[in-house]
């Protein structure tokens, strides 16, 4: 039984976890999108993608070499009952608290920026283009997220409290 409990709470934190990272510069990033249509936007979202795609990556490195370091906690985690309900509990923590606060449960926006920045120097690590970058992608991916959860509330709780302002 505690076996079953640690694994369904060790899946929620990390599923949790890797929700916080990738979630806010991808929402960010697609909010730019609809609201500029410019072609900035869509390469933000596309380093956005990247960093989700390097931070997925991550999470299934950590997890191959945990199953390879102690291969029965791996198999108890494919063969028990806790991978999908954990799963979905980091989930519906994430949700929840994003209902709770209004705002994006994230790491951060200098993690965010440093894992952007971190796929442009395998390119390219000259200064002025790191520093380009990041303004680009703080414009672009990082700043409309902080804003992103609470706008959408704020303007439908305006126009519902607007409409019964005016009488209808």
Not at 10 to 36: D, E
Not at 49 to 69: H, I, K, N, P
Not at 132 to 158: C, F, K, N, T
């Amino acid at each position: 039984m505690l076996r079953e409990v640690l694994l369904l709470v060790s899946t929620a934190a990390a599923t949790y976890a890797w929700l916080c990272v990738v979630s806010a510069p991808l929402i960010g990033a697609v909010r730019s999108i609809v609201r500029r249509l410019d072609k900035d936007a869509w390469g933000a979202l596309a380093l956005a993608a990247a960093g989700a795609a390097l931070w997925t990556a991550v999470a299934v490195a950590l997890v191959v070499l945990a199953m390879t370091l102690e291969p029965g906690a791996g198999l108890a985690l494919l063969r028990g009952q806790a991978l999908w309900p954990g799963l979905l509990l980091g989930g519906v923590m994430w949700g929840f608290q994003l209902a709770l606060t209004w705002h994006l449960p994230r790491v951060g926006p200098d993690f965010e920026a440093a894992t952007a920045l971190a796929i442009v120097s395998l390119v390219r690590d000259d200064q002025p283009t790191l520093a380009r970058v990041e303004r680009w992608y703080v414009e672009y991916a990082i700043a409309p997220a902080d804003d992103g959860a609470v706008s959408l509330v704020v303007q439908r709780r305006g126009l519902s409290a607007a409409r019964r302002a005016a009488g209808g």
